[in-house]
């Protein structure tokens, strides 16, 4: 089976370069919940150097709480704000080949139809695919979408994430995260994995989860 593998960068956690060497997708932040230009230029030429595939990052402007809280923003200004974080990863020098949002914008696009709106008209300008949960706002609202699956995030029943709030929305342990992997492609036929960039362990999850998929016959490699 193809799997795809891949990481939030570009956000200050300080190990991309590391990252890097191990995922076949990378989401890169565009400067608006986090980092800059030149972060921006140099996350972007790590990628072209190993080879992995660019899809743009973008998140609220909101750098004091990480992109992490939601703002009430019409779906013209969620697509202008897209629209403008993907134009920027581009004069950054990257050839970008999907979307995936960021944080709160990221989950406000799976349950609300606006904000889903405004996120696929902003990627439908660039004739990019999305990123996003199985069964989502967003997927309804995307010509393509790319179904992902998150390694170090725990799931509520109707197949939202476990808000960052409660004290178990992360998986710590690595051998849970890999037995979540196995049954998100099983069950909710996930084809990409997410691990999250600023996780303090996520060089030692995404190795593991890398050779753990490699152990099982499945192909390493980007959708997008």
Known sequence: MLIDLN????????????LMRWITSANICCGAHAGGPEEMRATVELAQRQGVVI?????YADRANFGRVALELEPHAVKSLCFRQIAALVMAG???????????????AMRDEGTAWGVAQAAEAFSLPCVGLPGSQLEKACDISIAEGFADRRYRPD?????????????????EAMEQVEWLMRE?????ICVHGDNPAALEFV????DGLLAKGHELRAFA
């Open 7 to 18: 990481a939030d960068l570009g956000e200050g956690a300080g190990h991309d370069a590391e």
């Open 55 to 59: 899809g743009a990052h973008p998140g």
């Open 94 to 108: 990257a050839e970008v080949q999907y979307l995936k949002p960021h944080g709160a914008l990221y989950h406000a």
């Open 159 to 175: 197949g939202s994430l476990v808000p960052r709030d409660r004290p178990d929305a992360m998986i710590e342990d690595v051998g």
């Open 188 to 192: 909710r036929g996930i084809r990409s």
């Open 207 to 210: 190795r593991v989860i890398r």
